[in-house]
């Protein structure tokens, strides 16, 4: 089986497993807290444990912070928070920098609560934060 192929079973697949949204009112309800002051060192202190060269990382702060809520998915729990878009260029395991790739940061209590385009799952990830993202004002290139 192709590459194109199994990509586009996999991508099927986890729009099949994703939950209902939720209810106008079960949005209402949801408690996103206060804004986030200082949200630009949160975020950074965040990222100084996950990635490769934090010192050198070039983290680009593109929209946010605003409220926002993503149902949750098979690789991922449902997420709502203060969501704030950053571009990063992170160098990787081999020195060099490998390019620019969004993440979308979610803050609850002064703290990152969630996450997407980092981890194991960053595929996925970094597609949940090209969506977010779009959702939070910033286009990804």
Known sequence: ????????????????????????????????GQRPEGYEKIVRDYLRTHLVEPDFALIEFKAGPKPLYQKDALLRDRQHGWAVCVMINDKGWRGGYEGFYPMVLYIREGKVVAANGDGLERAAGVRYAHASCRELGYEVP
Not at 7 to 26: D, K, M, R, V, Y
């Open 1 to 32: 089986m192709g590459i194109l192929a199994a990509t586009s079973i996999a991508s099927a697949f986890l729009a099949g497993c994703q939950s209902q949204p939720l209810s106008g009112e079960e949005l209402a309800a949801l408690d996103y």
